[in-house]
Structures are given as structure tokens and as C-alpha cells.
């Protein structure tokens, strides 16, 4: 099992070799980068979204829908991580320890919630 650290590296190694250094985006073209980044995650969610859309017309109209439907909707999902991790290299952020301190924010935010 690969750690966030890891990923991020596969990944910057990829964009490198594919002309999109992430890691290496200048101050003046921040903005620029993100706003691509930003509207391509939100691409690969609206096609996650799409797919779920079809599946749920599908089981509105005959009752069930095709399982089959579920590995295109995981391969959108792996598009957005990969966005999320791209902004995250952007951006510059510890995406571990990040996620723990909003995780702890959370608990706090459900707590009302906690079975």
C-alpha cells in the first residue's frame, strides 16, 4: 500500500514526464494553474455525477440499475483524487496533516451526530 507521499511523487514524476510540472508553477501563474486544475476536478465530478444520474433514472424507471455502472464511477472517483492530490501539490499543502487537523474540526462539528 502506497502512502500519500508516495502518491504525490508518482504523480509528480507523471506530470513531469508528460509536460505539466505541478510542483514548479511560478507566482505569477498560480491563479491560472488552479483555475485549470479547479474546473478539471470539477469535470471529473460532474461525470462521476453523470454516471450516478443514469443509474438512479434507470432504477426510478425499472426498479434496478446495472451494477456495471460502478467501475466507470470508480475510475471518475481515482480522476478526482488525482485533481485533488495536483492542487494539493499546488498549493503546496500536507495533505496528512491537513486531513487530521480538519477530521478534528469535524468531530467537533458531528458531534451531535455520534452514534
Partial sequence: MATIEELLTALKTFDKDYGIDWSNVQADELLDALQYGIVALAGEVGECANIVK??????????TYDTAMIEPIKEELIDV??????????????????YFRKMEINKKRFAKYKV
Fill in 54 to 63: 443514469k443509474m438512479m433514472r434507470d432504477k426510478i424507471k425499472t426498479g
Fill in 81 to 98: 483524487f488525482i485533481y485533488v492530490l495536483k492542487a494539493a501539490i499546488l498549493l503546496q499543502i500536507d495533505i496528512e496533516k491537513e
